[in-house]
T-cell receptor, first 113, second 115 residues
Framework: AQSVTQLGSHVSVSEGALVLLRCNYS??????LFWYVQYPNQGLQLLLK??????LVKGINGFEAEFKKSETSFHLTKPSAHMSDAAEYFC???????????FGAGTRLFVKA | GAVVSQHPSWVICKSGTSVKIECRSL??????MFWYRQFPKQSLMLMAT?????????EQGVEKDKFLINHASLTLSTLTVTSAHPEDSSFYIC???????????FGQGTRLTVV
């Protein structure tokens, strides 16, 4: 079975500060890992994904994440937060067949001016 | 990337009526579609998985007679909430993939309010 744990339901940063959203996963098979962003009353937008290959993955809007198998982590970072980054972020895992995508509980990012 | 479109984006219906939500893959053939439900300030919970031409597989605790899923073609899946009640009010999101070992693409979601 697969599961995802996102540490911190809320994260608040100042504009220009580093963004770090934590995600740990559990999977019995090599996982596919994703980060999605959701703005209010909207669907999900894929930020980035890890399937195979390079463990440091770069995504849209300046976000990146690093797959660390030894730590079973896939933390999301952005060097400098922007007001427009305020949203809900979901970490997700699926098996290599992509059969099911399991989502974490989500982390709401607040960006202070 | 591939585009998945949901319709309607929002719907208000009276208690006891049924409402249908459509999920379309616009530029690819989706062999598998997924339906999720999201309560306010919560994560997405998988409701069911549907493969084109076969019956949907429902997650434990999801009433298959209440949430009817049809995946009649490679580009369209529908979710019908039958005899809707206020507790069915939620945000419903679909996703679609065109084959195994590929990611699923998400629709923009449908906000259902039952009054």
């Amino acid at each position: 079975a697969q599961s995802v744990t996102q540490l911190g339901s809320h994260v608040s940063v100042s504009e220009g500060a580093l963004v770090l959203l934590r995600c740990n996963y559990s999977s019995s098979v090599p996982p596919y890992l994703f980060w999605y962003v959701q703005y209010p009353n909207q669907g999900l937008q894929l930020l980035l994904k890890y399937t195979t290959g390079a463990t440091l993955v770069k995504g849209i809007n300046g976000f990146e994440a690093e797959f660390k198998k030894s730590e079973t982590s896939f933390h999301l970072t952005k060097p400098s937060a922007h007001m427009s980054d305020a949203a809900e972020y979901f970490c997700a895992v699926s098996d290599t067949g992509g059969f099911k995508t399991i989502f974490g509980a989500g982390t709401r990012l607040f960006v202070k001016a | 990337g591939a585009v998945v479109s949901q319709h309607p984006s929002w719907v208000i219906c009276k208690s006891g009526t049924s409402v249908k939500i459509e999920c379309r893959s616009l530029d690819f053939q989706a062999t598998t579609m997924f339906w999720y439900r999201q309560f306010p300030k919560q994560s997405l919970m998988l409701m069911a998985t549907s493969n084109e031409g076969s019956k949907a597989t429902y997650e434990q605790g999801v009433e298959k007679d209440k949430f009817l899923i049809n995946h009649a073609s490679l580009t369209l899946s529908t979710l019908t909430v039958t005899s809707a009640h206020p507790e069915d009010s939620s945000f419903y999101i679909c996703s679609a993939r065109y084959r195994e070992n590929t990611e699923a693409f998400f629709g923009q979601g449908t906000r259902l309010t039952v009054v």
